[in-house]
């Protein structure tokens, strides 16, 4: 059944203001502020995966993801496009959680790549990819 309101097929309209809000409910989900903890870190872990994180300026940006070093896997940084963030310091290691610290240092936008590998094996198990935009 299709409708017609002065030769406009409402059925169409319809479809389309779906489909609009289908992507903006979408885009929501996937770009969010992530809300400093008391430190005034931004704190991210394998939850925040595949996300758009937005930052200010001068934030300090700690992701923690789990591994066991003793199976011969460990998270390492494989890159940083951009020079919105830069790193804080050299990763860490304790209590089965690698640490990873940067430094929103300018505005724009910075892709981090970080990947759960051994060594001698060419493909990671797992990665952790983020993009940030700092305002």
């Known amino acids: 059944y299709q409708r017609r ?8 309209v319809y479809q389309t203001i779906v489909v609009l809000l289908f992507v903006s409910v979408a885009t929501l989900i ?18 925040d995966n595949d996300t758009i ?4 300026l001068n934030d300090t ?9 003793s199976t011969g896997y460990v998270w390492q940084e494989y890159e940083i496009l951009g020079n919105a ?6 990763p860490s290691y304790a209590n089965q959680v690698f640490t990873f610290r ?6 724009g936008e ?8 051994r060594s001698w094996e060419a493909n990671p198990v797992l990665i952790f990819y983020v993009k940030f935009e700092v305002l």
């Open 85 to 90: 963030i830069i790193q804080n310091g050299e």
């Open 110 to 117: 910075s892709y981090l790549k970080i990947v759960y590998a």
């Open 53 to 56: 994180v937005n930052l200010h």
């Open 102 to 107: 940067y430094i929103a240092a300018a505005q």
């Open 30 to 47: 996937q770009c969010r502020e992530v809300p400093s903890d008391v430190s005034g870190a931004v704190s991210l872990t394998m939850a």
């Open 61 to 69: 940006i700690v992701v923690t993801l789990n591994g066991k070093p």
């Open 5 to 12: 309101v002065r030769g406009v097929n409402m059925f169409s």
